[in-house]
């Protein structure tokens, strides 16, 4: 890294440096966190292994969202890209029904103002994908809008574009991921605008902006994420009660997880297609 970067902030797991007025540095740590806590242990080759995939997708997207990435870094963890206005709204996009959809589904039988039909299980499946933006909440957590609210915030033309988008690169990211053994649950996607241009920014479809399950498990009817599902169960073993300091994971369930986030990668951009 330059030396004369400025650090900008700090994620649960990641750090924004600027490196001048337009570019800014994205580094993530080997850092985990599980139900909101990071870990005191860290998870070796994780950071490399969450921009290693964000690189890998936006790549593979840029025909249908332009994006900020500039360069991956020699270290592989950190990746420099062009700096720019945020939107103030988090896209979620939602290809199975789970997590605080599921939540909102069981209240309403709608997620985000998006009706669905009755019957849905957690996990069922849905087909066309769900576009449900949040508010980017500054302590606590997002909460989900309606489209309509997006409007209100962003504009039409912007939500318009932006839900049409980000349901494209979500199909083609599910896709690849089932072919490859994945279920690719839901995935976040942050935007900018630079010169008028809507524009894809942070990480994209990495296991901490993702939910993952693997298709073995999810076809014998476990919703498992695939790369903290170890962690989880250990924690859940431990009597641990979700509040702060989280325990250091034992050697054992690190190294379970590490390999977990490397079968991910060889996954999603190994050679086979
Ligand atoms: C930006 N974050 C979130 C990430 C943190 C915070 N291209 C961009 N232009 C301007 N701002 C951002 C980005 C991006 N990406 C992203 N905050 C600002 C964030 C990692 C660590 F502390």
């Known amino acids: 890294m330059s030396d004369t970067a400025t650090h900008l902030g700090?994620?649960?797991v990641r750090e924004l440096y600027a490196l001048d007025d337009d570019r800014l540095l994205l580094v993530a740590s080997d850092r985990i966190s599980t139900f909101d806590v990071v870990h005191p242990t860290p998870i070796p080759d994780k950071g490399r292994v969450l921009t290693g995939l964000s690189a890998f997708w936006f790549a593979r997207t840029k025909d249908i969202v332009p994006n900020h990435l500039i360069a991956l870094h020699d270290d592989?963890?950190?990746l420099e890209c062009r700096r720019l206005e945020m939107l103030p709204v988090e896209v979620?996009?939602?290809g199975y029904l789970t997590g605080s959809g599921w939540k909102e589904y069981q209240r309403n039988g709608a997620v985000c103002g998006v009706a669905l039909p009755q019957g849905l299980r957690d996990g069922s499946r849905l087909e066309p994908a769900i576009f449900t933006p949040a508010t980017k909440e500054d302590q606590g957590h997002d909460e989900n809008i309606t489209f309509d609210d997006m409007c209100r915030r962003v504009g039409a033309d912007t939500s318009q574009a932006l839900r049409h988008r980000s349901l494209a690169i979500y199909d083609e990211a599910r896709a690849r991921a089932w072919e490859r053994g994945l279920v690719l649950a839901d995935t976040k996607f942050e935007f900018g605008r630079v010169?008028?241009?809507l524009t894809l920014i942070?990480?994209?479809l990495s296991p901490d902006s993702s939910r993952y399950w693997g298709r073995e498990e999810y076809e014998a009817g476990r919703?498992?994420?695939?790369?903290k599902q170890f962690a989880r169960d250990w924690l859940d073993r431990s009597g641990w009660n979700h509040e702060p300091p989280a325990?250091?994971?034992p050697d054992e369930v690190i190294a379970r997880t590490r390999e977990r986030y490397l079968e991910a990668m060889r996954r999603l951009t190994g050679a086979g297609a």
């Open 10 to 12: 700090s994620g649960k």
């Open 76 to 78: 592989g963890r950190s």
């Open 92 to 94: 979620v996009v939602r």
């Open 195 to 197: 010169d008028g241009v």
């Open 202 to 204: 942070d990480e994209i």
């Open 223 to 227: 919703l498992e994420s695939f790369d």
């Open 247 to 249: 325990p250091a994971l």
